[in-house]
């Protein structure tokens, strides 16, 4: 079955500077890449997705970057604010079932 | 929160003891999933369905069960031979066209 390993497990950024975390697939057929927030106490959340058949896609200070060949994906988040501090996990999925998920990336942006 | 629950928020149960968790969704998702969440360990699949009344084993299946006997509606029982049941369970869903998973507010059990 698929495995996703991501990281790093812990980040520490300054207000204000970029962030990135890097997610790694096994499973070649797997098409669809989404990232989720979880801030503390509360449900993971959909922040950004990419599908395999483009390489980026941006949503304001958030973008995701697919290597299909290396099967690597990363997220961005640039100008980071205290509210980006949460739990980010990547994800991936042949298809919209049996996503795999990985372990979670604890960010916290230093005021 | 509408969309999709999970009752109760917390639960509290002995060793040895079946429980039962509630998850309801009005969004007419066709698919629904059970995740459990450790420190660490991310998002772990327990069991998936598609349609009513069929289901599929995730990655974690042994000492849970689960029924889809309505389209909103997908308890997930752990039974007394989880050998480590003490975690956070989310429960999801999603349709097909969209991808997106949408996730209720989650069930911490504490088995002691």
């Known amino acids: 079955g698929e495995n996703v390993e991501q990281h790093p497990s812990t980040l520490s950024v300054q207000e204000g500077d970029s962030a990135v975390i890097k997610c790694t697939y096994s499973?070649?057929?797997?098409?669809?890449f989404p990232w989720y927030k979880q801030e503390l106490g509360k449900r993971p959340q959909l922040i950004i997705d990419?599908?395999?058949?483009?390489g980026e896609k941006k949503d304001q200070r958030i973008a995701v970057t697919l290597n299909k060949t290396a099967k690597h994906f990363s997220l961005h988040i640039t100008e980071t604010q205290p509210e980006d501090s949460a739990v980010y996990f990547c994800?991936?999925?042949?298809?919209?079932?049996?996503?795999?998920f990985g372990t979670g990336t604890k960010l916290q942006v230093i005021p | 929160d509408g969309g999709i629950t999970q009752s109760p928020k917390y639960l509290f149960r002995k060793e040895g003891q079946n429980v039962t968790l509630s998850c309801e969704q009005n969004?007419?998702?066709?698919?629904m999933y059970w995740y459990r969440q450790d420190p660490g360990q991310g998002l772990r699949l327990i069991y998936y369905s598609q349609i009513v009344n069929d289901f599929q084993k995730g990655d974690i299946a042994e000492g849970y069960s689960v029924s889809r006997e309505k389209k909103e509606s997908f308890p997930l029982t752990v039974t007394s031979a989880q050998k480590n049941p003490t975690a956070f369970y989310l429960c999801?869903?999603?349709?097909?066209?969209?991808?997106?998973?949408?996730f209720g507010p989650g069930t911490r059990l504490t088995v002691t």
């Open positions: 999801a869903s999603n349709q097909g066209s969209t991808y997106e998973q949408y």
């Open positions: 499973d070649s057929a797997s098409n669809y």
């Open positions: 990419i599908r395999s058949n483009v």
């Open positions: 969004l007419n998702h066709d698919a």
């Open positions: 994800a991936a999925s042949m298809g919209y079932q049996k996503v795999t």
